[in-house]
């Protein structure tokens, strides 16, 4: 891919996953015990050879570095490529105009110091493995200014909640783009995966301060459509993808990728997850240990039973203790002897031996940072 691309990893449309994003952001929010969701979008634009990368972050920015280190784990070539932090400073004092574009408003260099032609945008909650570039090349070739990128569901009462919806023409441009009303049938979703020519954004947000500066990027584009403004070329994504919109849908979408059926279309080893790496030891087994359809990170030690589950690094569970239907985040610990059932503990956690935590009703239940029971 030539150096004419930047990528962006937009941070600012993730929603609110209830207590577990309280107090960090979706971007970097733990997945399957190993990565965090950051790193699909930005493993996205390395496998593409997009080597130019920002991330516009909306908040909870120290969450994000911590992920994402010196950030070379994303970086093909060291020489021409980077990762740049893109963070509105006068957003923070005032949330409600913290968006994407306002963003882009305040770090400029995208539009003006930059010699990229194309700008690709990809959110960090939506999670697939995206080929950018037989996109890009569409894109260029049909000399297109914005092209956006989205995917058939099955029932838009119950995925992408909180993504917009598309209707398309015969031409496969976009038409009469709208939000998703939650009702009950097929529909076409849009993955907020949007390549826009850099002359093209500029204007954009030249227009956006006279149009709704509470307006992000999906809304602008939305509203540019239905006045005529711009035509939107469409891209049908067929893999595996999911937005993770809610805490549900967080813990559903983890537990089914222990499906082997599943988790290949999602796992492909021509397209690698890069992420931060931890120098952990591998999981260790005591004597007594059991282990059944889950994924164990390495630094966990495990000596009692666990099964349907995600065990992040440095778990301990001790002797006795029975996980099932658990997603346990980095350095909880588990005495001897505990029964635990349809949970999600975050880091930092101590259960105590002989303690239950257990969910009468079958739904998962949040048991926050740093608690000790």
């Not at 049908?236 to 082997?260: I, N, T």
């Not at 279309?265 to 059944?292: I, K, N, R």
Request: glycine share 6%; net charge negative.
């Amino acid at each position: 891919m030539k150096n004419d691309i930047i990528g962006l990893v937009d941070f600012h449309n993730a929603p609110s996953l209830g207590e577990l994003t309280a107090n960090r952001s979706l971007g970097s929010t733990s997945f399957l015990g190993r990565y965090a969701f950051c790193d699909f979008a930005l493993s996205n634009f390395c496998n593409s050879e997009i080597a130019n990368v920002g991330l516009l972050i909306r908040d909870h920015e120290r969450s994000v570095l911590k992920h994402l280190g010196n950030m070379n784990a994303w970086v093909t070539n060291t020489k021409i490529g980077k990762e740049t932090i893109m963070y509105n400073e006068r957003g923070i004092l005032n949330p409600t105009f913290n968006t994407d574009i306002n963003n882009i408003r305040e770090n400029d260099w995208v539009l003006y110091d930059s010699s990229a032609a194309y700008i690709v945008f990809q959110s960090s909650h939506i999670v697939a493995n995206v080929d950018l570039r037989p996109i890009i090349a569409e894109h260029i070739a049909r000399k297109e200014k914005i092209t956006v990128v989205y995917t058939k569901i099955k029932d838009a009462s119950k995925e992408f909640l909180n993504s917009g919806l598309c209707e398309i023409d015969e031409q496969g441009y976009l038409k009469n783009p709208m939000k998703n009303k939650h009702i009950p049938g097929p529909a076409l979703a849009s993955m907020e995966i949007w390549i826009i020519n850099r002359t093209v954004l500029a204007d954009i947000i030249k227009r956006h301060a006279t149009v709704n500066e509470l307006y992000g990027m999906k809304e602008m584009l939305g509203y540019l459509v239905k006045i005529g403004a711009y035509k939107i070329h469409t891209y049908e994504f067929k893999g595996y993808a999911r937005c993770y919109d809610s805490f549900e849908h967080y813990c559903d979408y983890c537990f089914e990728l222990l499906d082997p059926t599943i988790a290949q279309q999602f796992f492909d080893p021509e397209w690698p997850h890069y992420t931060l790496t931890h120098d952990t030891p591998p999981a260790l087994y005591g004597e007594e240990a059991s282990v059944t359809n889950s994924f164990v990170s390495n630094g966990a030690v495990i000596e009692g039973t666990v099964n349907d589950s995600v065990i992040s690094r440095h778990v301990k569970i001790g002797k006795g203790s029975k996980i099932n239907h658990c997603i346990l985040f980095s350095n909880v610990s588990i005495g001897e002897n505990c029964v635990i059932e349809n949970a999600l503990i975050d880091k930092y956690s101590i259960i105590t031996k002989d303690h239950k935590v257990l969910s009468p009703d079958g739904k998962m239940q949040y048991l926050k940072q740093g608690v000790i029971l």
